[in-house]
């Protein structure tokens, strides 16, 4: 088990697409984000290569640390040849997201079905900026 309790491996499907969930808060206290990936603590060293959805349907707060991680994850995605695609963002965590334009540089999925065709190279349903 990884030594990381943000983050879960869900399951790897048929299809070579792994399942992640995170849960709780996301911070620089509850992950150590200066050290491993959380991802590669679960995954192993060729995380980014994959293609990873990411449910954050039970995380309520996520900080600076946390949009850090995101935006560095996603590049190293994007440079390994990966996919990357979270989804189902809490309301609270999603207005922060989309105050701070988070979603351009990270794909942001309403939900596992749009984050699934976005991952396998389908046009995404990205989340419209709401008030």
Known sequence: ?????????????????????SS???????????????????????????????DMSRTDFIDSAAIGWLIATAREFSRRGGRLAVHSVTP????????LKIGQLVPLLSDEESARRFINGNPPTLFAASA
């Open 24 to 54: 709780g808060s996301i911070t620089a206290a509850a992950a150590h984000f200066l050290g491993k990936n959380p991802l590669e603590s679960i995954l192993g060293a060729t995380w980014s290569a994959n293609r990873v959805l990411i």
């Open 92 to 99: 609270r965590v999603r207005q922060m997201l989309n105050l």
């Open 1 to 21: 088990m990884a030594d990381n309790s943000i983050l879960s491996l869900v399951s790897i499907e048929q299809d070579g697409c792994i399942r992640v969930a």
